[in-house]
C-alpha cells in the first residue's frame, strides 16, 4: 500500500511539473487558439430501377452462375466520402515551429443506388413487387449502415482531434493533417462502410431465396424455369 501510494504521489508530482514545464508557445497555442473541431454529415440518396437487364445478366455480375442462387434482383452503390480542412495557425518564429487546431468536416453518402430488376419481371405483377421489396430491405441496409458509420467516424475523430493543438514546423501543419486524413482516416471509413457487407449477405439467405420461389403462387419459379428451358 505505502509502495503504491509512493508511485501514486510522483505520478501526481509528474504530471505537474510536466504541466509546468509547457513552453510559451505551447501556452498561447492550447490556451488562446480555438478549440479542434470535427463535423460529421450524411446525406441519404434516393434510388433509381432499372428493368432493362434480363436476370442471367444480374447473376453474372454477383459472380453466381452455379445455377442455385440465381440473382433476381440486384442493388448497386457504394460508399463515398471527401474532407474539408481548415483551422486556424498560430507561428513561432523562435522555434521555427507553428501549431494549428483542425477544422475536419467529413462528408459520408452512398453514390446514388440502383436497384435492377430482371427483365422478366414486368412491372405491375406480383413478381416484380416482391423482387423489388427484397431489393429495398438492401436499400435500407445500406442506409443503416451509413447511419452506424456516421457515428462511429464521429466518435474517432473527436476522440482525435478535440484534444490539444496539431504542431509541426512551418508551412508544414496543413500538409501534415491532409496526410493523415488521407493515410489513417479514409482507409478507416472505408473499413466500416465494408462492416456492411455482413449485413447485405443475412438478407441473400437461401431461404430467403426458396420464399420468393414459392410467393405469387410460384410465379418467379416459373418464370425462372422457362427461361433455364
Not at 136 to 149: F, T
Not at 183 to 197: H, L, S
Not at 203 to 209: A, K, L, N
Request: proline share 5%.
Amino acid at each position: 500500500m505505502k509502495l503504491w501510494m509512493a508511485c501514486a504521489l510522483l505520478l501526481a508530482a509528474g504530471s505537474a511539473q510536466a504541466a509546468q514545464q509547457r513552453t510559451p508557445f505551447q501556452i498561447r497555442c492550447e490556451d488562446t487558439i480555438s478549440k479542434t473541431v470535427s463535423v460529421l454529415s450524411s446525406q441519404q440518396n434516393g434510388f433509381t430501377i432499372n428493368n432493362q437487364l434480363p436476370y442471367r445478366a444480374l447473376t453474372a455480375r454477383t459472380g453466381s452462375m452455379d445455377n442455385r442462387m440465381q440473382t433476381l434482383g440486384l442493388t448497386v452503390t457504394k460508399g463515398i466520402y471527401r474532407a474539408t480542412l481548415g483551422g486556424p495557425i498560430l507561428q513561432d518564429p523562435a522555434s521555427g515551429y507553428e501549431c494549428v487546431a483542425p477544422r475536419v468536416t467529413i462528408q459520408l453518402n452512398y453514390s446514388p443506388v440502383l436497384i435492377y430488376v430482371g427483365n422478366e419481371f414486368a412491372p405491375g405483377t406480383c413478381a416484380y413487387k416482391e423482387i423489388l421489396t427484397h431489393e429495398q430491405r438492401h436499400l435500407k441496409a445500406y442506409m443503416d449502415n451509413l447511419a452506424r458509420v456516421e457515428k462511429v467516424v464521429t466518435a474517432a475523430l473527436n476522440k482525435r482531434f478535440a484534444g490539444q493543438p496539431m504542431y509541426a514546423p512551418s508551412g508544414t501543419a496543413m500538409s501534415a493533417l491532409e496526410h493523415e486524413i488521407n493515410g489513417t482516416w479514409f482507409p478507416f471509413i472505408q473499413a466500416e462502410f465494408d462492416k456492411g457487407k455482413i449485413e447485405q449477405a443475412k438478407i441473400d439467405t437461401p431461404q430467403e431465396y426458396a420464399r420468393l420461389a414459392q410467393t405469387c403462387n410460384g410465379e418467379i419459379a416459373a418464370i425462372v424455369n422457362r427461361r433455364r428451358k
